[in-house]
């Protein structure tokens, strides 16, 4: 049965075997079970779901085994065809059906026990389940209560609701405002690629609604429309003002709107209502740096972390936190946690090469920067690259390739091959762009000018944002060459 067939909204199989007997590949058998049987409908024989079969024999057995319809001869639940699933969860005695196919596990729970799976060990067990789904992406879990379905995500339970006839329930990962991936689930009506729409969230309870505007937001979000996304989480906040999950995201679409002080109130909102969640404690900590607030910041980092040891972002966020504050070699120690903790995380990887580059390491700056090209072949990497190894000495350094480098890093890679002089290569630069006098600085400091060198630095550092790589690394610069950081 496929997590589609487990949609007790549409037709699905189900069947009992004998009492004595056991289907094809089964080590186990039903037994005296019959509870597949009550919980899906049975299109052959017009059964509705969630009612016993009128040829079933309840915990003997169904009474037509030999002319039963197709749709049960081919129903076996997971239970009874994989023995690495505890004997405990035998749907007789657990009263629920376990489903798995497609790469989602179904959780049928017998409306006469409807808070049967969320007691131990079986709710320990789904749990684990569906951590282990967040890791992998296989196996993702959703629990039907009755025709209510409840989609297990690492940001918590999703209530989907009843499922209409036809429907689905989609997966989908989405952005959140600082790109990183949430994953979402919803319904989707036959053939549309969209979701819920206004008209289907009538009559549905507010947290269902509320979950459906979280959604929305955390999609525009990922699109970058955070102004959108701020009304969308403000109308599920306004439904549900318990959605944790939606003051968190809201919390970092204003910071991404500049609206910082909403931002960090909503980032406390979230805080309290989920204040072991190392995920909003670090979204917190990380509003709370961007607004100049870097002790308490650091102290919410400290919270995050532990709660959650391996959580490569948060030691991340903390090393450009340290980073800024001038904690150079803390924010090295960060950063490579979180690399040792997930070695294809790029905007580490690209911070390193900036700590390591402001710290006049050029040959440990190159080999981060030639791996974040590998990681990220379209973007400005290979630049970054090649002035690191000029930097460190090397010779016969290969220029970045064009093709790669995009159309900007292109011209700067073309004023490196002496065919477009340094002035033309920043007039081209696109606007608000600081890399373009930062790199016209390297090419004047590798040619020994350093005057321009130090003029083109200190114009990446007069257009301030200081949370940009080249404004890290002019400032560096310098500093090495002894010139004020502003004329
Ligand atoms: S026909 Fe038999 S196997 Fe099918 S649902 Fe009814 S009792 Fe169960
Ligand atoms: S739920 Fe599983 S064990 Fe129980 S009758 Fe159906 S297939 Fe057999």
Redesign the pocket.
């Known amino acids: 049965m496929s997590a589609q067939e487990a949609r007790p909204g549409e037709t699905v199989a189900?069947?009992?075997?004998v009492v004595d007997g056991a289907p094809t590949g089964a080590t186990r058998s039903c037994g005296t079970c019959?509870l597949?049987?009550k919980l899906?409908d049975?299109r052959a024989?017009n059964?509705p779901q969630l009612e016993w079969?009128?040829?079933?024999?309840i915990g003997q057995?169904?009474?037509?085994?030999e002319q039963?319809?197709d749709?049960?001869r081919e129903f076996n639940c997971a239970w009874l065809m994989d023995e690495s699933i505890g004997e405990e969860w035998k749907p007789s005695r657990s009263r629920m059906v376990l489903t798995s196919e497609g790469g989602v596990i179904g959780v049928h729970v017998d409306p006469s026990r409807p808070d049967a799976w969320r007691k131990d060990p079986y709710h320990a067990q789904i749990r684990a389940w569906a951590s282990r789904a967040a890791q992998t992406g296989e196996g993702r879990v959703i629990v039907w209560e009755g025709a209510n379905a409840i989609v297990l995500l690492p940001r918590g339970d999703k209530s989907l609701g009843k499922v209409p006839a036809d429907h689905q329930i989609a997966f989908r990962s989405l952005r959140d405002p600082v790109g990183n991936a949430v994953l979402d689930a919803v319904v989707v009506a036959p053939g549309d690629p969209g979701w819920t729409d206004a008209a289907s969230l009538t009559g549905r309870s507010d947290k269902d609604v509320a979950d459906a505007h979280l959604s929305r937001g955390l999609a525009a979000a990922a699109q970058g429309d955070h102004v959108r996304a701020v009304a969308e989480f403000s109308q599920a906040t306004a439904k549900d003002a318990k959605l944790f999950a939606a003051h968190d995201a809201r919390a970092l679409s204003l910071m991404q709107l500049g609206r910082i002080d909403e931002a960090i109130e909503d980032s406390q909102r979230a805080a309290e209502l989920a204040p072991s969640d190392a995920g909003v404690l670090n979204n917190r900590a990380l509003i709370l740096c961007a607004a100049g607030r870097h002790v308490d910041g650091m102290a919410v980092f400290e919270t995050a972390l532990g709660l959650d040891p391996n959580n490569a972002r948060a030691y991340f966020n903390r090393g450009m936190a340290r980073g800024r504050a001038g904690d150079a070699a803390g924010a090295r120690a960060d950063v490579g946690r979180a690399l040792e903790l997930d070695d294809r995380y790029l905007a580490a990887r690209a911070e390193r090469g900036v700590l390591n580059f402001s710290s006049a390491m050029f040959a440990e700056a190159a080999a981060d920067f030639e791996h974040a090209a590998r990681l990220d072949p379209n973007g400005p990497w290979q630049l970054w690259r090649y002035v690191a190894q000029l930097r460190a000495g090397g010779s016969n350094v290969p220029l970045p390739a064009g093709r790669a480098t995009g159309p900007w890093p292109a011209h700067l890679a073309a004023m490196f091959r002496g065919e477009i002089d340094a002035a033309k290569a920043i007039a081209a630069a696109p606007p608000g762009d600081r890399d373009g006098a930062f790199f016209a600085g390297e090419f004047h400091l590798l040619r020994g000018d350093r005057d321009s060198a130090a003029a083109n630095f200190r114009r990446v550092v007069a257009e301030g944002n200081n949370w940009s790589y080249a404004y890290d690394c002019a400032l560096a610069e310098l500093r090495r060459l002894g010139a004020p950081a502003l004329s």
Do not use: N
């Not at 189900?14 to 075997?17: M, V």
């Not at 079969?53 to 024999?57: D, E, L, S, V, W």
């Not at 057995?61 to 085994?65: E, L, M, P, Q, T």
């Open positions: 189900a069947g009992a075997d019959t597949c049987c899906f049975i024989l059964k079969c009128k040829h079933c024999a057995g169904c009474r037509i085994y039963r319809p749709e049960c």
